[in-house]
Structures are given as structure tokens and as C-alpha cells.
């Protein structure tokens, strides 16, 4: 038979009400109101706390070449709206910025999500942009990654883009490839995105929420 270990306020209920017997029911409670709560959560150390989004950006045009394989890329923005928080990584790519370098990075306030889709409608309407929820550690793994793998060769875009994000947060299931839209429907079926957007309109809305 399993023995059963009785507290305090048991022992209280089962002996006459003398003196000893209330200063023991006392003593139970005053130990209760000072246990620890095992159930409370730790309290909030700000490590991990959502502070900016990662966008991922999948260009399928037709390239003349290839198929629709045209380009990838991404943006990091933070939600306090930072500008010197911005992030832009468009490697093998051409959209022209004066601070951008030889590693196709760029940062702070010259980051436009709006003049990068702007660009790359150039192209036509087939580009979607895609919006997931990252914490400051994924943030700054990826832009390490971005700084680490440079700018690339040619056709090195989705390829780069890929080594930059896969098994980061909401791209753990991501697996480098070098095809646009291999990228882009890998990060479809994945259901990760917390929105997507594919013209300014729809850009703004997504950046604002």
C-alpha cells in the first residue's frame, strides 16, 4: 500500500482544537503563503522577444534563360521602426544603391522594401514577398551569415539566400537550393509566413502591421 504523507493543515483537521493545535494551523498557513508558486512563469528577461520581422523575397519571372528562375532575397525591418535597425542582403543581384557593397549588404536608413519591389516588378508581377516573425538572436544569425557569405557569383542569389536563412527560427525546414522557385515553394508548403504581399499596396500593409 502506497503511504501517503499528510501536511500541516491535515494533522490540524484530525487533533482537538487546543491552543498547540491553532498555533500549529497558523504555522501551516504563514509556511503556504511563503512556498514557492511552481507554476508561476520565470519572469521576462527580454531574450528572444520579437523586436523585427525577416522578409523573404522570391522573384519568379521569366529570365529568358532559365524559366522563371529570376532572383531572391530578403530584408530584415524592425517593428519599433529603427531605420538604423534595417537590413537589406541582395547578393548576385543588381539593384543599385550608392552604400551598398561588394557583399551585396545594406543597412540602415538607404533600406527601401518599397524601391526594392519597385525593382523587382521591373521584371513583372510574378514577386512575392513574404513576412515571418523572428527574434533578435535569428535576426543577427542571419545577417552574420549574409556578412559571412558575401555577395556571391553569378546566379549565387537564391543559393545565398537560402545558406543565410535555412535552419534559422520559422526557416528550420528550409534546404539550400539555387532556384528561385524551388525557394519559393519551399517557403509556401512550409506555412511559416504571417503574411505576404505582392504589389506597394499590399507591401505597406504587410510592413505596417
Not at 504555522?27 to 503556504?32: G, H, K, M, R
Not at 547578393?91 to 557583399?103: A, D, K, L
Not at 536608413?109 to 516588378?121: A, F, G, M, R, T
Not at 549574409?146 to 557569383?153: A, L, M, T
Request: hydrophobic share 30%; with cysteine; glycine share 10%.
Amino acid at each position: 500500500m502506497r503511504r501517503q504523507i499528510r501536511g500541516l493543515q491535515d494533522v490540524y483537521d484530525e487533533i482537538p482544537k487546543t491552543t498547540f493545535a491553532l498555533e500549529l494551523r497558523d504555522f501551516s498557513e504563514a509556511a503556504n503563503s511563503f512556498s514557492p508558486n511552481v507554476a508561476s512563469p520565470r519572469p521576462p528577461d527580454g531574450k528572444g522577444t520579437e523586436v523585427a520581422a525577416t522578409y523573404v523575397v522570391s522573384n519568379t519571372n521569366p529570365t529568358g534563360w532559365f524559366g522563371n528562375e529570376m532572383h531572391s532575397g530578403l530584408f530584415i525591418i524592425p517593428d519599433d521602426g529603427d531605420p538604423e535597425g534595417k537590413f537589406l542582403y541582395d547578393p548576385s543581384g543588381t539593384y543599385m544603391n550608392r552604400e551598398m557593397g561588394s557583399g551585396r549588404a545594406l543597412y540602415g536608413p538607404d533600406v527601401s522594401p518599397e524601391e526594392y519591389l519597385k525593382y523587382q516588378l521591373l521584371d513583372g508581377p510574378n514577386v512575392t514577398i513574404r513576412k515571418y516573425a523572428t527574434t533578435p538572436e535569428e535576426e543577427a544569425e542571419i545577417i552574420k551569415r549574409s556578412d559571412d557569405i558575401g555577395g556571391g557569383g553569378f546566379f549565387d542569389c537564391t543559393t545565398n539566400v537560402t545558406r543565410a536563412i535555412n535552419g534559422v527560427g520559422p526557416f528550420a525546414e528550409i534546404q539550400e537550393t539555387m532556384w528561385p522557385t524551388k525557394l519559393d515553394r519551399q517557403l509556401r508548403q512550409s506555412k511559416r509566413a504571417v503574411g505576404e504581399a505582392h504589389d506597394l499596396e499590399s507591401l505597406r500593409q504587410l510592413l505596417s502591421k
